[in-house]
């Protein structure tokens, strides 16, 4: 996945930046003497990470985890996380790393190290059918969206002049909008990409519009580290995935919807 020239450069820039930065190295010491990496993932969120019928976490992230230990040299130690735990293990030196579908937000920033560039990124979108011909958010005026009750992401389709039609949870949402009862689920853009990746139950459906409010998702290392050694290797390993274009092949290979953050960082950074 990674060039020999890549990684030896890199290597050998990082060593000859340790000595100024001991300080921030820990990470890395402490990968290094354990010959493992903990990186904090999710396996509740098909097809970015989730547990196969054999109890195997696999996942498009589960994959860039994977490739992370490779470029260290090390075995990677899986380790499954939620919104509420994350951070709070990453600070107490559970986990090496996070890599759990993880927004950049402003208040993220001060509490952990948001490595830049992010991997991948989601905003709201609206999941339908292909032959209701949704061609821009204005489309939606006058129309019933579906959505989940009290769901922050309903408000952009209201922005546009729809009306919601509330439902409990997704199962019930999903129902509706294979009955017809609805134009489309109006929701996260990665959930959606998701689920449609269950072809054969979503064949003829679509993210039909532009993605609004698009948000990065980055990895988060110890705060203090982000712009150290440990933070800088990441950076650059998330750049070269964008560069070499593996990024986008995770994406089909997963089933997923063209992603436009993807498709421009790859030129941006060819």
Known sequence: MFGRAFRSAFLLALLAAAPSVSAAAQTLERVAE???VAIGVTNTFRPYGYVEDDGRIVGLEIDLAQSIAEFLGVKPRLVPVAAANRIP???QGRIDLILASMPVTEERKSEVGLVDPP?????VAVLAPAEVGLKSWRDLAN??????RNSAYNRVAERYGASIAPFTTGPEVEEAVLGHRCVG???DEATLAGILSQKARWAGHTLALVTDEPRPWAIGVPLAE???PFGQLISNIVTDWHRSGVLL???EKWGLPANGFL???NQRLR
């Open 34 to 36: 354990r010959g493992e």
């Open 89 to 91: 293990w990453l600070r």
């Open 119 to 123: 991997y991948y990124a989601s905003g």
């Open 143 to 148: 129309r019933k969206v579906c959505g989940l």
């Open 185 to 187: 689920w109006v929701f």
């Open 226 to 228: 982000r712009d150290g």
């Open 249 to 251: 092949g995770l994406q």
């Open 263 to 265: 498709s421009d960082m």
